[in-house]
């Protein structure tokens, strides 16, 4: 059984709350339980965290380095902003895929450009909180894709 890190962002710990015509109705917890299911069906763990400290999300990064098959980050407003949690992706070998539960893309001019675009092996934008699992399958099949090491 390989291990996940599902990693988030600033406010969203609000999700369900805030702002539902841009991020829908869906809580964290309840992308949580459903990542872990998905993950679960497909022979895989998930460490899931949020934090709205840019630092907390490093450190994770950093914890998976050591024991992670992927990471799906969703770094919300550090998106844009944050070349240290870029830095700390650049140390992780395996996959990273990055989720946006909204279309960046069509919202404000400084939403189109990602730090963590630079590193991730791919990005779901506008998809909803469906990315996340989108992105699970997606390190799942990387995953048992790649050689042993």
Request: with cysteine.
């Amino acid at each position: 059984m390989s291990l996940i890190f599902v990693l988030n962002g600033p406010n969203l710990n609000l999700l369900g709350k805030r702002q539902p015509h841009i991020y829908g109705t869906e809580t964290l917890a309840d992308i949580e339980r459903d990542c872990r299911a998905l993950a679960a069906e497909l022979g895989h763990e998930i460490r899931f965290h949020q934090s709205n400290r840019e630092y907390e999300i490093i450190d994770w990064i950093h914890e998976a380095r050591e024991a992670a098959a992927g990471i799906v980050i969703n770094p919300a407003a550090f998106t844009h902003t944050s070349v240290a949690i870029l830095d700390a992706l650049n140390t992780f070998e395996p996959p990273v895929i990055e989720v946006h539960i909204s279309n960046v893309h069509k919202r404000e001019a400084f939403r189109h450009h990602s730090y963590v675009s630079l590193r991730a092996d791919g990005v779901i934008a506008g998809l909803g909180t469906q990315g996340y699992q989108l992105a699970i399958r997606r390190i799942a099949v990387l995953h048992a894709a790649a050689p042993p090491a």
